[in-house]
């Protein structure tokens, strides 16, 4: 009014949201390793969660071990107060549990049966050593006429397995 004009300015900072890089999903056997996160952000600190609960970190790239299918929620916060978060699903399958009985003897030209029973959907292999020996059934019947050591590897569904050696003489 009267012609009289004031101003005023406000600068207002745009920061940015950190990254709350992730791992991609993937499929693991039990018993194995995963690397959960990204490398750090300077400034930034990271809280780590799961579902089902029991796993905490405060690193940007923890290494999980589960044993069932679990989520891993990260919450990263920067250097400017501003936080975003993401998940990533690790889906773990069973590792085998390769049964092959206990080390034993037997008279020559006698047999007897290694392994034990199989489990739907898994493969075996049994080779031997010295070589000669080969099967894939869980619970073949040998018959060595030196000592021998039997060796299995059981693979799961998922490509999951584990290797195993007994000696028969």
Do not use: H
């Amino acid at each position: 009014v009267n012609g009289c004009k004031t101003t005023d300015s406000i600068k207002i900072t745009v920061n940015p949201l950190p990254a709350a890089k992730v791992a991609t999903t993937s499929t693991i056997c039990s018993d194995s390793a995963v690397s959960i996160g990204a490398p750090a952000d300077s400034g930034s600190t990271y809280s780590w969660v799961s579902k089902p609960t029991g796993f905490s970190s405060a690193q940007p790239d923890p290494t999980a071990y589960p044993l069932i299918t679990t989520t891993y929620i990260l919450t990263e916060k920067n250097m400017y107060g501003c936080s975003d978060s993401d998940s990533v699903i690790i889906v773990t399958k069973p590792t085998p549990r390769a049964y092959i009985g206990a080390n034993s003897s037997i008279f020559l030209g006698n047999s007897v049966m290694i392994g034990g029973a199989s489990t739907s959907g898994n493969t075996y292999s049994w080779t031997s050593y010295p070589s000669g020996f080969t099967s894939g059934i869980s619970d073949p019947t040998v018959k060595p006429s030196v000592t021998t050591s039997f060796t299995l590897i059981e693979f799961a569904s998922a490509q999951c397995f584990e290797r195993r050696s007994v000696k028969k003489p």
